[in-house]
């Protein structure tokens, strides 16, 4: 049997970032589920994905909710939007923090630019800042590649990493092959980097076929939660109706 | 890859050395890729100050004979359709995509099929058409975008391919060939415009004064046409068999959805076959015709997201022989599986679901 840790964090704030499609928004919703099922503090959700409309964790919105997270989206008509919309919850929710708080952001340096406005509300020392690192992806297939993006979005962020999430798979496609070549590469950059490796995340399905205890590092088993409409089964509860009345 | 990456990538594999274009959502990130890439292969990435610029910029590009195209969203588009009017009068090879979103107007910014019309039946002025191409996953959209570059050079005429939102945004695995080296693109000696060293100078327009002049013109279009008719029919059957009593007939990742409906069906003892036109111009009508006239088929179902569209088409292709039905949504509502089966069920009748109830004993 796969012997595992999950990851934990003793600091409030996690910052979630990375390159499009590098799956910041799924390890996001599911790094919220296991912090509110596993430590016993109320967990909230910020999107602050505003450069992508598409496939953003306020998709999820209903079904965080019935799992006892907050959600800090948009709402009405801005629900769908790609408008520079920074809702002033999130700045409360930074600074005058209640558990743990998760922010979703967008991709590239583009998508992190959001954060350099609220730069300022950020204690140094008190987040954590992770890069969500997929190694299947055009940009961050390479060590150098990994490191340019590092650079930029904590330019255009006005804050520092602390870790690396090693997320490296090719959607229904992934298999271990790929998931350990991508934290090898993950370990490369994060020693290049000098941050650690602060988990690795993959579908539940493919750590099966993974022998995770002797990765020396933490691992985050996924559900996926941000489906194409044609992946939802009929008696999921996530699909478009829930986020309508949600929105 | 995300699927306006795929596009971008299998444009450069392609041979394209010109992209011009003109930020909008839900397509951007094509742009944001190819500035990146464009420079690395020694190509021309240009962002015009508006889609009306970028469609000219494409029309004098394509002149040259090069691989030029670009990438929008709808209203975009609409803003590029006299250029377009003009590359069709002056048999210019160009690609065209539309990752199309909700309209009319300024719409949303969420997936939507309501551009099928605009593609299919013209958008611009005058005798001409377009061939349109609609891939339902990130792999076909790489495959139908090099296709595109040779189709438009195969006819000297602009090739459109059409994905809703979800094709630009969605994420899949896919596999990309070589990049194909610039000695193996179709010649283009007999007309670009290369400079006219040694030979008489070309011309090219769509301006021809004459009437029988533009007349003839417009019937070598016509040529052009008819034979696209005879020649570029594409598209895919899922699960069509002698069982089926309905026909689906869904294009794009609306078909996906109602591929999961019908696997669901299936289950359920229920037996439904899709029909999944790949290129809209030419539409397979006889293609249509011949699966929808089959003694098992009782009637057809049209799904798309707009609020019918594709149907004229379809209505057309089975010439009244069945009853032809159509269940939709449109705006940026993106139906669920669920919604299809239900719809699937209602015009299949109560016979349909008696038999739904006992095969579930």
């Known amino acids: ?247 | 890859m995300k699927g306006n990456e795929a596009i971008a990538e299998a444009a450069l594999r392609a041979g394209a050395t010109n992209y011009f274009c003109y930020p909008i959502t839900p397509q951007s990130e094509v742009a944001e890729y190819l500035a990146r890439r464009m420079p690395e292969v020694g190509g021309v990435f240009l962002q015009g100050e508006s889609e009306l610029a970028v469609s000219n910029m494409l029309f004098g590009a394509a002149s040259t004979g090069k691989r030029v195209f670009t990438t929008s969203s709808s209203p975009g588009i609409s803003l590029m359709q006299e250029a377009i009017s003009y590359m069709a009068g002056a048999e210019l090879p160009v690609v065209i995509v539309n990752i199309m979103r909700g309209g009319p107007g300024l719409g949303g910014i969420l997936p939507a099929q309501s551009d099928y019309n605009q593609a299919t039946k013209g958008g611009g002025h005058g005798d001409y058409r377009v061939l349109v191409l609609a891939p339902s996953t990130i792999q076909e959209a790489v495959d139908l975008m090099i296709l595109a570059f040779d189709l438009a050079d195969k006819y000297r005429n602009p090739v459109m391919m059409i994905g809703d939102g979800m094709i630009g945004q969605m994420m899949e695995a896919v596999e990309l060939p070589e990049r194909c080296r610039e000695s193996e693109l179709p010649s283009n000696d007999e007309w670009a415009a290369t400079g006219a060293k040694g030979r008489e100078p070309r011309i090219i327009k769509s301006l021809f004064l004459d009437p029988v002049g533009l007349e003839n013109n417009v019937l070598i279009l016509h040529e052009k046409y008819k034979r696209m008719i005879r020649e570029e029919v594409r598209f895919e059957l899922y699960k069509v068999s002698p069982e089926n009593r309905l026909m689906i007939v869904s294009y794009g990742t609306m078909a996906r959805i109602c591929q999961t409906a019908i696997d669901e069906l299936e289950h359920e003892g229920v037996s439904v076959g899709l029909f999944r036109p790949v290129s809209l111009f030419p539409f397979p009508e006889n293609e249509i015709f011949k699966e929808a006239t089959k003694k098992n088929i009782r009637s057809v179902l049209t799904i798309e997201m707009s609020t019918g569209q594709m149907m004229d088409d379809v209505q057309k292709a089975v010439m009244g022989k069945k009853p032809v039905k159509f269940y939709g949504r449109t705006g940026g509502v993106v139906p669920a599986p669920e919604d299809v089966k239900e719809q699937i069920l209602k015009v299949m009748g109560p016979k349909s679901s008696t038999r739904r109830k006992k095969s579930r004993g």
């Open chain 1, 1 to 247: 049997m796969n012997i595992s840790r999950p990851p934990t964090f003793a600091k409030d704030i996690i910052v979630i970032v990375g390159g499009y499609g590098s799956g910041k928004s799924e390890v996001a919703v599911n790094l919220s589920r296991h912090l509110v099922v596993s430590q016993s503090q109320p967990v909230t959700i910020a999107d602050l994905d505003i450069v992508n409309p598409y496939f953003r964790s306020r998709e999820a919105a209903a079904r965080l909710k019935q799992l006892g997270i907050r959600a800090i989206n948009p709402t009405g008509g801005q629900f769908y939007a790609d408008l520079p919309i920074v809702l002033p919850e999130i700045k409360g929710a930074i600074e005058y923090r209640v558990g743990k708080l998760i922010l979703d952001v967008g991709g590239d340096d583009a998508g992190a630019r959001v954060l350099s406005s609220l730069a300022d509300s950020f204690v140094a020392g008190s987040y954590e800042m992770l890069l969500v690192l997929n190694a299947s992806r055009p940009f961050t297939s390479d060590v150098e590649g990994c490191l340019k993006m590092i650079r930029e979005i904590e330019s255009s962020s006005r804050l520092t990493f602390t870790g690396i999430i090693a997320n490296t798979h090719l959607m229904e496609d992934t298999t271990a092959r790929i998931v350990l070549d991508g934290l090898k590469l993950t370990r490369e950059v994060s020693d290049r980097a000098g941050v650690p490796v602060v988990f690795l995340s993959a579908l539940t399905e493919v750590l099966a076929t993974v022998e995770t205890s002797t990765l020396e590092a933490p691992v985050l088993a996924l559900e996926r939660m941000l489906l194409k409409p044609w992946e939802e089964k009929t008696a999921d509860p996530d699909n478009e109706d829930s986020r309508e009345s949600d929105a």
